[in-house]
């Protein structure tokens, strides 16, 4: 079990003051076995913004911020503090049926597994699938896993990342022809592969913890990040980052999951004015960690 903490910074500029419209954020964590948030908090300016909170439909946690006043800076600044334990693919527990690809899921599932197996994006072509269907055995078994990991692995192998200032995903097809993208469009591609071969695949969105900066060739740090779950039976959702080839949730801090990418962009919002009022932004994001506690804080009171 780690402890990581998360302070992300959002801060947009403009040239005068001007009103805003409501701003949807995503920076609560979802809890799970695997992880569980600690604390929260979230502060805006203007101070005097009002926050409401939801679920959307896939029951992530999304803050409504209504801005009270016009002002030339807006800012976001949120604080999460969360114990973390990883799950590794050796770990992965796959039912028998589905050891073998193909397999067919349950009936019982189908239903609500239909719309992440149903492909998003036009391939006339089907350029996508072919380049999926490459991963699979011909004329021997192909283990699930295996073809899992191995397309996983691809992306971050002969795909090179950048990061892109136009906001938006790349189409799956774009990634695929330039090599190139950013880890929304690595992990849009993954689940398009993963759905052009009859997989279950989402999108997620979070944070990756960068174990060192100068170091480390874990690439997404310095802002949110993004990778994708395909559903394998007895297994359940599993991770999978193609931007860094991680297999598991491994400094993987899920925030929100959805069924394509623009139902998960972590911060959105409107102002009302001229467009060249607006002065450009800044983005921080800085992932910590420390040991955890021993005991726990009630304990650690009476201790004292």
Sequence with gaps: MTIFSVRHITSYRYLREVHFGE?????????????RLIEASLTTYPEESHVRWIHD???????????SRPASELRFETWITLDHTPQVALDLRVDDAAL???????????????PAMKRHYPDSNDE????????VRQGR?????HLLMTLCY???????????????????????????GTCRDFA??????????????????????VPDRDGSTVLGGGSTHAWCQV????????????????????DLIRVAVARDPHQAIPLSGSYDGDGNDFDGMTVQVNVTTRPPMTSSPAEARRAR
């Design 188 to 209: 849009l591609l993954m689940m398009e592969a993963a759905r052009a071969l009859g997989l279950a695949a989402r999108f997620v969105t979070g944070y990756v913890y």
């Design 57 to 67: 439909v896939f029951g992530n946690c999304v803050a409504l911020i209504n801005i």
């Design 231 to 250: 559903y394998l039976p007895g297994a359940g959702w599993v991770e999978f980052d193609p931007t860094n080839g991680i297999v598991g949730n491994r």
């Design 23 to 35: 701003h949807r954020l995503m920076f609560r964590p979802r809890d799970s076995f695997d992880q």
């Design 141 to 145: 078994a192909t283990e699930t896993g």
């Design 154 to 180: 691809a992306i971050r192998e002969s795909f090179a990342y950048a990061r892109r200032l136009e906001h938006g995903t790349q189409t799956p097809g774009q990634t695929l022809r330039l090599r190139s």
């Design 100 to 114: 073998t690809y193909p397999f067919s899921y349950d009936k019982e599932e189908i239903t609500d597994l239909a």
């Design 128 to 135: 996508v699938g072919r380049w999926a269907s490459r991963f």
